[in-house]
């Protein structure tokens, strides 16, 4: 354009050619999990926008996998986890101040998280119902929220006061998910709870595109036309 600008052929937004490369930039270093505060200083930037700049990446990743979800079936795992600063006082389900989060895992496949407002039964059922194909494998341990789920599918459960597995009774590869949220969640040094669920779905992005090209894909959820 004269003012030195480019346009867009598909959408026409205007872009300075300056700040789509600094974009650009920032979108690397999202990809790489640069924390936005190490993002500004190698990118000599204030820590404010490159913050901004990151959470505008999470809410698109978080618009995508709404847009794009399929009800899971097959072989699924079920589980909550907790999350949180450390803090004394009760763990696990029912720890006061921390944030619950449901897995519904595919083996071999997709995970689905959600933040929940509690572990009662009717809530979790809830979401298995919406989320999953009626008639698939469910596995759980033996919390009594998830006996109801005899209902919609085969529900076998694991004791973990007795085993971690029995065959192909278990649920390591949620368990092994939660494992992978926290340890990349801890570099942050803690989330704000009204921002947390958009961090939550970005991590639920990285594992279910962990073995493919998700720069590419990245760049296309972040400059996709919009209508």
């Known amino acids: 354009m004269t003012d030195g600008r480019i346009k867009c052929g598909q959408c026409k937004a205007k872009f300075s050619l300056a700040k789509l490369r600094k974009d650009l930039d920032l979108l690397y270093y999202f990809y790489l999990e640069t924390s936005a505060r190490k993002t500004a200083q190698?990118?000599?930037?204030?820590?404010?926008?490159?913050?901004?700049?990151?959470?505008?990446?999470?809410?698109?990743?978080?618009?995508?996998?709404?847009?794009?979800?399929?009800?899971?079936?097959?072989?699924?795992?079920?589980?909550?986890?907790?999350?949180?600063?450390k803090r004394k006082g009760k763990r696990g389900r029912g720890a006061a101040g921390k944030v619950a989060v449901m897995g519904i895992l595919e083996r071999k496949g997709r995970i689905y998280t959600t933040v929940i407002p509690n572990a009662k039964a009717e809530?979790?059922?809830q979401e298995i119902k919406s989320k999953a194909i009626k008639g698939s494998v469910f596995y759980t341990d033996t919390f009594k929220s998830y006996k109801s789920l005899t209902q919609v599918g085969k529900h076998l459960e694991i004791?973990?006061?007795?085993?971690?597995?029995?065959?192909?009774?278990?649920?390591?590869?949620?368990e092994g998910f939660w494992s992978y949220a926290k340890e990349r969640l801890h570099k942050y040094h803690g989330v704000d709870?009204?921002?947390?669920?958009?961090?939550?779905?970005?991590?639920?992005?990285?594992?279910?595109?962990?073995?493919?090209?998700?720069?590419?894909?990245?760049?296309?959820?972040v400059y996709r036309p919009t209508n």
Do not use: C, W
């Open 42 to 85: 190698e990118m000599s930037m204030s820590y404010k926008p490159v913050y901004f700049k990151f959470m505008q990446f999470r809410k698109a990743i978080s618009d995508y996998l709404e847009a794009q979800f399929a009800e899971l079936n097959g072989e699924l795992e079920i589980d909550e986890s907790y999350f949180g600063g």
């Open 193 to 221: 709870q009204a921002h947390f669920p958009l961090y939550l779905k970005e991590l639920e992005f990285r594992f279910n595109y962990r073995t493919e090209n998700s720069l590419r894909l990245l760049f296309e959820i």
């Open 123 to 125: 809530t979790l059922m």
């Open 159 to 174: 004791n973990h006061q007795k085993d971690f597995a029995k065959g192909r009774t278990h649920i390591n590869g949620i």
